[in-house]
Structure formats: structure tokens, C-alpha cells
């Protein structure tokens, strides 16, 4: 009702996307929030712990050990910035941008990408997206793609932008588990 909308009564296209937009903003304020304790019950929250570590277990380590890459990758950033530079995570995902901002709550990882950039490529593709975050940042940014799929190895060669193929594999040879934020800075240059 805050935004003129009443229950029930059909839906307009600009009411639509103001109650979208409007959504989108609240969901946007939980994550950056990052706060659980006001969504779940203190039993949820239990549970929560113990399935974040049973998955991390099932994963050979995976979930910790992909914060930690982030985690240095945010210092470096840091660093970086004291000498004029910035480098900016950022997330493109296929799926669906509420449920990926749940997803990386949940993980834990709402510190590591602000909700400002996480993308969606559902409708518009990887490679509309790629173009969307590169006239965001400009021209004259560095871009890095990290990813296990071809679409995003094509949408990143298209704007020659390099790529590092990693596997959900825990076996692979293009594992994540053997990424170092090494690999990741020299295609910085730093």
C-alpha cells in the first residue's frame, strides 16, 4: 500500500515494475543487511550452521576454501586501492537474481558481492551482461572472467577479456580448488 498498490486488483505494467522495483530494493536491503537472526528462528539458525558445514564436508572443502579465494581476492582489492587502483568482485549468475542474493546470504558471501553487483543473465545472456558491467566500470577497466561454463568463456572471448575455467569437479585438473589468487592478479598485471 506504501507504493499506491492494492492487493487483489490487477497488476499494470508500470505498477508491476514499481512493486518489482520496490521488492527488488527490500530484498537488496536484507542482504546488504546481512543479518539472518531476523529471518530465521534460533533452531533455523542451528540448522542453517550445521547444513553450511555438512555441504562444505560434502564438498571436500569447497565452500570454505571458494571464501577464502574471495576473501584474498577483497584484500588484494584493498591493497590495490592504496596504489590508485580498484578491482570490484562481481557476480553474473543465470539463475534468478532474488534467489542467487539468498543463495550468497546464506553462503555467506553477501560481504564479498554487494548487491549492486550481482547480475542476472536469465533473460538478456552472459554476454548482454558482460557489456552491461563494462559500461558500467568503463572502457579502460580490466575485466576477469571466472567460470565453469561456455557461455561465459564465448561472452568474455567476444570482448577479449580473459577467462580462467574452473570445474565443479573435485578431481578436475581446472578444479577450484587449485585456483590461487595468483593466477587471478597476473591477468592484472600486478
Keep these: 500500500e506504501k507504493d499506491g498498490l492494492h492487493l487483489g486488483e490487477p497488476l499494470q505494467p508500470p505498477d508491476e515494475r514499481r512493486l518489482t522495483s ?3 530494493r527490500r530484498v537488496a536491503r536484507i542482504y546488504t ?15 542453517h550452521a550445521q ?23 577483497v584484500r588484494a582489492s584493498e591493497s590495490s586501492a592504496a596504489e590508485g587502483r580498484k578491482i570490484v568482485q562481481v557476480l553474473v549468475t543465470a539463475g534468478q537474481l532474488v534467489p542467487t542474493l539468498a543463495k550468497l546470504l546464506l553462503f ?4 564479498i558481492f554487494p548487491a549492486e553487483n550481482v547480475y542476472s543473465s536469465r533473460k538478456w545472456g552472459k554476454q548482454c ?41 573435485l578431481d578436475s585438473e581446472k578444479s577450484l580448488h ?3 589468487t595468483s ?8
Design 22 to 24: 520496490y521488492r527488488l
Design 33 to 47: 543487511d546481512g543479518l539472518l537472526e531476523p529471518l530465521l528462528t534460533p533452531q533455523d539458525l542451528r540448522m
Design 51 to 73: 547444513l553450511y558445514d555438512a555441504t562444505d564436508q560434502v564438498t571436500k572443502g569447497w565452500l570454505r576454501f571458494g571464501r577464502r579465494l574471495l576473501e584474498t581476492c
Design 108 to 111: 555467506h558471501l553477501n560481504s
Design 129 to 169: 551482461c558482460f557489456e552491461t558491467i563494462r559500461q558500467r566500470f568503463g572502457g579502460e577497466s580490466r575485466f576477469l572472467v571466472i567460470g565453469d561454463g561456455s557461455e561465459e568463456e564465448l561472452a568474455s572471448s567476444s570482448l577479449q577479456w580473459p577467462f580462467i575455467k574452473v570445474s565443479l569437479e
Design 178 to 180: 587449485r585456483l590461487t
Design 183 to 190: 593466477q587471478i592478479l597476473k591477468n592484472f598485471n600486478f
